[in-house]
């Protein structure tokens, strides 16, 4: 399946800047500017490229400064209830201040983590159901079996000649 992915190199290089950047964070807090830089070429590269991102990627990245988000290092977590008492994790960028909410519900799974949206798991073109083709599939009639509908058989008219076929032609309606 990773032999089929169109722009194999760009996401590779997208992974290798998440990786840096997460790197450079590790190795010593005071490069925030660096690991910064990396991200917002990430986030430049991927749009530029039209290109989607992992969710658990995007989750990490600030949408304001495009800092990583390292809870104790870039970003405070703090556990909060909301008033129909659900829990709610909230990410705030040291940064710029921006915040980041999400709920923690150990039931919710991701659309990307479903078995459904996996491509392999898709129904085909065929698949819809047996001895049937789905309607974008379908193929109409051809000019020639739409002239035999209107005029009989082609193989009568070039014989008899187009003067002995009789067409009916429906009433007209009365003008009122």
Not at 8 to 37: I, M, P
Not at 76 to 98: S, Y
Request: hydrophobic share 25%.
């Amino acid at each position: 399946m990773a032999g089929n992915v169109k722009d194999k190199e760009a996401f590779q290089r997208l992974n290798f800047l998440y990786q840096a950047a997460h790197c450079v964070l590790s190795q010593t807090s005071e490069n925030v500017e660096l690991a910064r830089f990396y991200c917002f070429t990430q986030k430049t590269i991927a749009k530029r490229l039209v290109l989607r991102q992992d969710p658990s990627v995007k989750r990490t990245l600030c949408k304001k400064c495009c800092s990583l988000l390292v809870p104790g290092v870039t970003a405070t977590a703090r556990q909060r209830t909301t008033k129909h008492r659900n829990c709610m994790t909230v990410l705030r960028c040291l940064h710029c201040g921006q915040c980041k909410r999400f709920l923690n519900n150990p039931e919710h799974r991701l659309w990307v983590d479903q078995p459904e949206a996996q491509l392999e798991n898709q129904s085909q073109p065929g698949d819809f159901y047996p001895g049937t083709t789905p309607l974008h599939c379908k193929q109409g009639p051809s000019t020639k079996e739409l002239k035999e509908k209107a005029d009989g058989p082609i193989s009568q008219l070039s014989s008899t000649g187009p003067s002995s076929t009789q067409h009916q032609v429906p009433p007209s309606k009365p003008k009122t």
